[in-house]
């Protein structure tokens, strides 16, 4: 039974620094695609950060392309989203998802395409 616990969010001036963790239990090989979504309330899940099943394979948001890396242990137990250069429309509630095997690319960042998630954890940008 996959299990996704994040943590880390608070609360952050504008061009400050946080970084996310997920915890993963319950996962028994490697082959996982692993991602970081957000989502204000009263909008879609977006999709921010993606981190193939071989470790190499990694995609981010337009949105936070140069400000935010995902990253995560070779035995996928903790995966990973340094955020920094914070701005206020990061602010979201963060989730940490996983799906197994590979994800095509064209909808690597869409929310149908991960059967695990975490609770989330909140992160504010003032």
């Known amino acids: 039974h996959v299990q996704l616990v994040e943590s880390g969010g608070d609360s952050v001036q504008a061009e400050g620094s946080l970084r996310l963790t997920c915890t993963v239990t319950?996962?028994?090989?490697?082959?996982?695609?692993m991602a970081w979504f957000r989502q204000v309330p009263g909008n879609k899940r977006e999709g921010v950060a993606v981190?193939?099943?071989?470790?190499?394979?990694?995609y981010c948001a337009d949105s936070v392309k140069g400000r935010f890396a995902i990253s995560q242990d070779n035995a996928k137990t903790t995966l990973w989203l340094q955020m920094n250069n914070l701005k206020p429309e990061d602010s979201a509630t963060y989730y940490c998802a996983a799906t197994k095997g590979w994800v095509r690319y064209a909808t690597r960042s869409a929310e149908s395409s991960y059967t695990y998630w975490g609770q989330g954890t909140q992160v504010t940008v003032s």
């Open positions: 981190i193939g099943t071989n470790n190499i394979d990694i």
């Open positions: 319950g996962i028994t090989d490697r082959r996982y695609c």
